[in-house]
């Protein structure tokens, strides 16, 4: 039974129990360990699952289902924004940006963006979504200390699908950007 739900996935408690067949009264192996299962949306395409175009990032690699870390790849930890852990996304830093090819495939894409709290109350950020070199979403200024943003954005037809991320005007300390649960729907 599902602890914890939330956005594709859940927390379960798993119990196992194991009795030596071949040794009666020996007592009872039991053994209970927290998993997480990731349960993907029917018909939704992840961001982090395609190949990329090409990509730039302003601190370390741009980093696929995880935040943005260091230097290394695969260094950063879960995407967090504003509080809620996300199993599928772009761990991201300003300045950077990600191009995928869409080939006008999807008529959206849907994803929360904020900064990691990875950072706490740093960072400040602007995130912006372009289709074929034409911008179809930018938001305010996003802080660590503050709430994330939904982001839905209709993307029929396009070919060339950029996720942007900007400093937020006071340089690019701690700048990191999560677009988390970044998802195209056909």
């Not at 194991?18 to 993907?40: Q, T």
């Not at 029917?42 to 370390?60: A, H, I, K």
């Not at 260091?70 to 991201?92: C, Q």
């Amino acid at each position: 039974m599902p602890s914890d739900v939330r956005p594709g996935g859940y927390d379960l408690t798993v119990r196992a129990e194991y009795r030596a067949p071949d040794r009666p009264g020996s007592g009872v192996l039991r053994v209970e360990r927290p998993v997480r299962v990731f349960v993907p949306e029917p018909g939704v395409t992840y961001v982090s699952d395609l190949p990329f175009t090409s990509e730039r990032n302003g601190w370390g690699p741009v980093e696929r289902d995880m935040s943005n870390g260091e230097r290394d790849p695969a260094d950063g930890g879960p995407l967090t924004p504003a509080g809620t852990v996300y199993d599928k996304g772009l761990g991201t830093h300003a300045a950077g940006e990600v191009v995928v090819g869409l080939d006008g495939e999807y008529r959206r894409l849907a994803a929360v963006v904020g900064v990691d709290d990875e950072v706490g109350a740093k960072g400040t950020v602007v995130f912006q979504v372009l289709g074929d070199g034409r911008t179809l979403l930018t938001t305010g200024v996003l802080g660590g200390a503050g709430p994330a943003f939904p982001v839905d954005v209709d993307g029929t037809g396009v070919r060339q699908l950029t996720l942007r991320v900007l400093d937020g005007g006071d340089g690019v300390d701690s700048d990191h950007a999560d677009w988390a649960d970044a998802r195209l729907v056909p």
